[in-house]
Every structure is written in structure tokens, then in C-alpha cells.
């Protein structure tokens, strides 16, 4: 088996799962349910979990008691391995989940909410992709429905949801409809925003690399959540025959409008690519949209100070810039100003040191994430006002993972999509491929020229060219004997010169002599 594919986008077609039931799994399962109250619904749950597919030897169930008055109770129809888990610090569903996941021995976290009924194949259908590679995420299908009044006993008895639940009445989640457009995902441009609910598995090292759910986000935190782990380079894939029923209505069925009100700032400072969420002018947020990356060892002050004075000032405002260079060599003993070695580079760091939109670093991360762009050029070639926005247009028509410009110096400066970088991550062998190889099967790497990015400026337009009106010759009238010289019957005002329109200058000016 080739433990890493280079899945292209979010294509797994290249790879299949085994058959239910015609296979022997060998990665152990720790199901995290965070529980706030609901014994009842929970005693269903785990009456569910009892009766899976999935061997008890290899599964493990942690229920995360979230300050429950009274606390959790493990009911008399459980899995063989369920444990109850306190929180101790902090409260919230996030919060729970990570607790969970800290407390978890298995390979593979499986999140499940606490007033959900999984068919008795659920575990199974998404844990089996994990023996398959090991950079998935696997996501649960749910349907809504009014609890009925049934019992743990038959809930573990049952052999399909459908012997429990009316689930031709059923309220289908929204995410179905979109797997069913984008061919199970596989066309997906955006694949996390399916992998909203609570029934998704993924790899333990997975989970903990990206720092697991953020407990800030009290509302959309799988969407985050999902969105670290998009950026991270995974790859989602629903699984039609993990099917499971929540227990009652959506928050948005009961108040929408509410419930997409207090969402919108979560998502708005940490999800950059909802562009719709960030349309106020001069705003500042959590998580930019593009990083710019300089490196700045041996450049002058003055050449950096106009690089990002031209990064901060373009079009596109919603950025960072990182200044790359040997800062730790600053020390802060007693030196000569004057005369210090480093004058340069400290210039460079008190003049930056305070604003908040520029970050010193001595060398730059794998990828820039949870930010979705970078941007890579040479210091002394600041860009454009157009540059960046120009850049990023290029490559979300396909969604190509880098950008290569080449500048007529023979360097290059290039845009790279962060989900294409942590892709490539996590196929590249340390020390043996490049980054820039595995992106061109994974998303693509395009040459362009610079034109378009760094446009020429506009010719000057010349001067305007005023042609005088030529002098009037001055005109004797003969006056009679006797005449008395009478006053001029027009207004000053409204008297017209000969020469005093534009037409009559110019006919003057083509008159010969």
C-alpha cells in the first residue's frame, strides 16, 4: 500500500475502501463525545455505540462531562471500553473535545455529539478509509428528527435507524446536498464547509498538529476547526453509510437568524477566505488573508522601508508582512550606535518593532497557515498596488497551488495557496523532494510573465497647448461734426468680443497672415 498518495485537490478517486464487513481493522478508535446534561439522549448513544461493527478491542468511548448538574452516569448498556472524562479547566464544547482527545489512547479521534443515534456500521464506514492513507478526514452523514420515545434496549437491538425513526420525514442536513453536487466532494473548491457536524474522524497526530478545536469559538467551531485542518492539507471524504440521526432540530431551524448572527464574528476574524464576512473598510483581523515574506539579511533600511510601504499600501489591505532575518543576533548588552555592525539591521528592527502589521522572524515557517496565502519576492522589487490581488485572481479560477512570476532579472517572485504547501508537507520525505515537484501533481505550479502584476506605469500625458488669440487691429470710426458721443447701449458684461470664443481663436489662428 503507498501510505501517501498525491491526491490531487480534493480527488480521492485514486483510492478505495474496503468493502464492510470484508475486511479486519487493526487502528484503534477513541469516539470523544462532549456531554452538557442529557442522560437520557446520551443513554441512546452509547446504546448505539454498544452494537457497532467495529471490534471492541479496537474501540475506545470517552464521554467528556462539560460540568453536568447532576454529573454524567455511565448507563448499563455501554460499549465494553467507556470511560467518563471531567473538564477541570474551562468549559464549552471545544474546550470538551480537547479534552477528550488529550485523554485518548486510540489512533483515530471520532467526534460524535451527545444526542446522536449511529447506525450500527457508522464507526466502521469512516475509520476504514484511515487503514487506506493516513492525511484524511472522514465525515458522518446525520438527519434530523423528533425523538421518539424509545428505549436504550431497542435502540442496541435494532439492525437500521429506519426500524427507530421515521426517516422519510426526516430533516437532511444541508451538507448532503452539497456532496451530492461536487461528486462526493471530489469537486469541491471548498470541502470544509461540509464537515460541520458532529460525526468526523481523522488521525490523532492529524488532530494535534493543527492544535485541535479553538475553545474561543463558542459558535462554528468545527467549521474552524475544519478550515486549520483544509489548510493543513487533508483531504475530506464523506461516507454515505456512516448514517446517523440527531436528536432533534438544528439551532438554526429554532432562531436562524440568530444563530448565523453569532457565528459571523468567529468565522470572520479566523476563516479568511469568507471574503463576504469582511467587508467592512479598514478593518483589522484575527487572521490575515496574505502573507508577505521578505527577506531583508544585507538589505538596507531605506530599501525595506519602501518594500513594505509598498506591501502595506496596495489594494488589497488585508495582509501581513514578515521581515526575515538574522534578529537574534540583536543583543542588548552596551554597544556603539554609531559604529554597531548591525546598524542596519536594528534600524530596521526599532523602526518596525510597533506596528502590528509587520513581524520580524529569523526564518520562515513550513507554511504560512491558518493564513491561506504567501507571497515571495525579491526585497528590492516592491509591489504594485495591484500585485496581490491581481495574483490571487490568477489562481482561484483553478485553483493552482503556486504562482510563479518570472521578473526580467531571471528571479521570481510567487504566490502559494497554504492547503497546496501543508500538502506537501505531508507527502515530501525529509530531504529527498521538492516542494514545488509534489505541488505540481497536487495542484498545479504555473509560469506567467510580469506583466500583468507589476503593470507600466501610464505615459505621461503632455502638456496642454493654449493658442492666444491674436491681437485686434484697432478700428477708426469717423465721428460727424456736431455729434455728441453716445454711451454704449450693451452691458459690460454681456458685450462679446470678436476673438473671445474657442471656435472664432481657432478660425483666427488657420487665418493666412
Known sequence: MDARPALTQNDYSPIAAPELG???????????IPAHG????????LAALAAQTYPDHLMEILVVDDGSEPPIRLP?????????????????????VNTGAKAADGEIIQRLDADMVACREHIEALARWHHVT???????MKKFVDAPPVTPRQVFRAGHLGELFDLAGAVSSSTEATIAKTDGLRKSRNPYHVCTGPTFALPREVFHAVGGLDPNVARGEDTEFSYRLAMHGVVFVPDMDAQAVHLG?????RDRERAVRAVEPYLAHRIPLRRDLRKDRGRRWLVPYVEIVLDVTDTSESVVRQAVAAALDGKLQDVVVTLVGPWSRLGSGRRSVLSDPCFELRLMRDLFAHDDRVRLIDEAAPTPAPTPFRYRGPVDVPLHRATLE???????????????VDL??????????????????????????????????THGVRHEPPDRYWPAPAPAQPDPVTI??????????PVPENTVPQENTVPQENRVPPENTLLRRLKSALRPN
Open 22 to 32: 470484508t475486511w479486519s481493522p487493526a487502528l484503534s478508535v477513541s469516539v470523544v
Open 38 to 45: 442529557g442522560q437520557d439522549r446520551l443513554d441512546l448513544t
Open 76 to 96: 448499563e448498556i455501554r460499549p465494553a471500553n467507556t470511560r467518563v472524562v471531567r473538564v477541570r479547566d474551562g468549559w464549552g464544547i471545544s474546550n470538551a
Open 134 to 140: 493516513d492525511y484524511l478526514v472522514t465525515i458522518g
Open 249 to 253: 432540530l438544528p439551532a438554526q431551524h
Open 390 to 404: 491581481r495574483m490571487i485572481e490568477s489562481v482561484q479560477k483553478d485553483l493552482t497551488g503556486v504562482l510563479i
Open 408 to 441: 526580467p532579472d531571471g528571479r521570481t517572485a510567487r504566490l502559494e495557496r497554504t492547503s497546496a504547501l501543508g500538502r506537501a508537507v505531508l507527502l515530501a520525505d525529509p530531504g529527498t523532494a521538492d516542494v514545488d515537484d509534489l505541488i505540481a501533481t
Open 468 to 477: 492666444p488669440a491674436p491681437a485686434a487691429a484697432p478700428v477708426t470710426v
